[in-house]
């Protein structure tokens, strides 16, 4: 270093320091006030706890990141296009899902632990339903006591004396009966009272019950990064990408995570209180991937796969065929195309929603393997089979076998300028590209009317990867340019479009003429009449002499001896008799 300049710049350093100093401190921000809509388009940063009861929109670019505690009221719906990072912040609602609902079947029960460190002396436990709901046709049991029946809209169990750290309430439905045992709160009451939300007390065989205290979205290209985080309360659709670290979605499943580019990926932290037997919703294609997390517990599982009501294309109506290993149960169902060629796998609990997927709470997965077998469709071309095809878990299935594919290869007509009047040779040649035959028809247009052929609706059949020629007669009835167009005839009950082939093939275009009929030279005329005449003159002359003939035989003499001999005899018989 210049030993000159050194002083300059240890001067320029102490003057930078002291501005520094003088420079007022950072300030902590927190949500705006107010009621207005908040769009975040650039990087922000609420370190200061506040709240919001309002529309939050992260534009696309843009990153919130939240490290404080944010009380999010009922009316805010908060949609991520660009980034949320809760960087050990959290959002919690004013308003969560606060009561349980019963969820279980009869003859199992439902526990919930009730803390008593904080209580001494006699009193009562106080069991609350819901509003709109009341406890008849459940019991419940405290601790090692006796059960007890209840009935209306809160129930009271009396006690001499509380344990020191507390003890189950135990739940069961009566037998017989059914309804929905949805509790509000359970209070403690001795000199005071000491109300606990329902929610609040750990147990198993419960859901959540009510709504959701705000809505938070994560659109796709979103992303919501969560480190040492809580969001509580909130209706969580996740379209794009969220990850998570030692994070908690508590009173908010199930989470639903849906589409191709939606992915949840969770490490560390998890789940607690959902209105469902799941902790996670996705449908048949987004991501999920999940290390050391924790769920809800008891029959909650930590996710599953739905997807919507599922149709099967089929390429015609009527077939038939068999659905096996369908849903949770391997349920096997028998099933027939519609007209429109289509049908419905039935749904587990509805017709609009399939389970395909369980993460169950002990880790293990169960993936569903359905396959649609014995299928027989029978057509005007032969019938035709199938079986031990996987259904793919999308809404949409479209249903592949063996089947013939038959197109017009070649029209070929004998005679490139056929006579009118009379029928042409043709050979239709059929190619079928298809992996089985078929008995193929076809039917031949001449321009746009239906062409003289002979036969009328010749066929033939096809095996697969192979050709077949049908032989034809063609005749037609103006001169001029025409082409015979052929098609194979498809079965009517196709309904999706290139099933079976089809292609039309047209032959090469040929010219219909007239015949032509020589004129007689006039000398052949006149030898013609001759000969006509001389012929009628010998047959005259003829008939002529034949008559003269006939008279000659015909001689009176004989006829007189014929007489006289019969007088003669006549005038003899008298002198016999003499």
Not at 88 to 107: F, H, I, K, R, Y
Request: hydrophobic content about 40%; proline content about 6%; overall charge negative.
């Amino acid at each position: 270093m210049n030993p000159k300049t050194s002083p300059l710049i240890i001067c320029l350093l102490l003057l930078l320091g002291s501005l520094s100093a003088l420079s007022p401190p950072v300030q902590a921000t927190g949500p705006p006030g107010g009621s207005d809509a908040i769009n975040i388009t650039e990087d922000t940063t609420w370190d200061e706890d506040g709240s919001i009861d309002q529309q939050l929109t992260i534009s696309a670019g843009a990153t919130l990141t939240i490290t404080s505690v944010i009380d999010v009221g009922p009316a805010t719906n908060i949609v991520v296009s660009g980034t949320l990072d809760l960087a050990g912040g959290s959002l919690m609602a004013t308003e969560p899902p606060s009561d349980v609902q019963w969820w279980n079947s009869p003859g199992e029960a439902s526990t919930l632990w009730l803390p008593t460190d904080q209580v001494s002396g006699s009193g009562a436990i106080v069991i609350v339903s819901a509003a709109g709901f009341n406890l008849s046709g459940f019991t419940v049991v405290w601790g090692e006591g006796a059960s007890e029946q209840m009935d209306g809209e809160q129930h009271e169990i009396t006690l001499n004396s509380f344990p020191a750290d507390g003890d189950w309430l135990t739940f069961e439905m009566e037998t017989g009966s059914w309804g929905e045992l949805v509790l509000d709160r359970i209070e403690i009451r001795t000199a005071s009272t000491i109300p606990f939300e329902a929610t609040d007390l750990d147990g198993s065989g419960w859901v959540l019950r009510g709504e959701f205290g705000f809505s938070l979205g994560v659109a796709d290209g979103g992303t919501l990064s969560a480190t040492d985080a809580e969001i509580m309360g909130a209706d969580v659709l996740i379209s794009g990408t969220a990850v998570g670290q030692n994070s908690w979605f508590n009173r908010s499943g199930p989470v639903n995570v849906q589409g191709a580019q939606a992915s949840l990926t969770w490490n560390g932290g998890g789940f607690n209180g959902t209105l469902d037997d799941h902790d996670v919703r996705a449908d048949g294609v987004a991501a999920l991937s999940f290390t050391a997390v924790s769920d809800s517990g008891g029959f909650v599982d930590l996710w599953e796969r739905q997807i919507p009501a599922q149709v099967l294309h089929f390429p015609g109506s009527g077939a038939t065929f068999t659905l096996n290993g369908v849903g949770p149960n391997a349920r096997t169902i028998p099933g027939i195309s519609t007209a429109e060629g289509i049908s419905n796998v039935p749904g587990d609990d509805g017709p609009t929603t399939r389970v395909v997927e369980i993460g169950q709470s002990d880790g293990t997965v169960w993936t569903e393997s359905a396959t649609i077998d014995d299928i027989s469709w029978f057509t005007a071309w032969g019938t035709y089979t199938g079986g031990g095809i996987a259904i793919p878990h999308s809404a949409d299935v479209v249903v592949e076998f063996p089947l013939p594919s038959v197109s017009i290869s070649q029209v070929d007509v004998e005679d490139s300028a056929p006579t009118l009047g009379r029928r042409t040779s043709v050979t239709v040649t059929l190619a079928n590209t298809g992996e089985v035959p078929a008995n193929v028809p076809i039917e031949c247009y001449d321009g746009g009317d239906r062409a003289d052929i002979s036969p009328t609706f010749p066929s033939a059949m096809v095996g697969a990867d192979s050709e077949a020629d049908v032989d034809l007669k063609w005749g037609h009835t103006g001169s001029g340019n025409s082409t015979l167009t052929c098609s194979p005839m498809l079965p009517t009950q196709l309904t999706r479009d290139g099933a079976f082939g089809g292609s039309s093939g047209d032959s090469a275009v040929v010219v219909w003429e007239v015949q032509q009929e020589a004129g007689l030279d006039p000398f052949v005329i006149a030898l013609i009449v001759a000969l006509v005449v001389g012929v009628l003159l010998v047959a005259g002359f003829a008939s002529m002499q034949a008559r003269e003939s006939m008279v000659k035989t015909e001689e009176p003499e004989d006829i007189e001896l014929v007489e006289l001999v019969d007088l003669d005899d006549d005038l003899d018989e008298p002198d016999d008799d003499d």
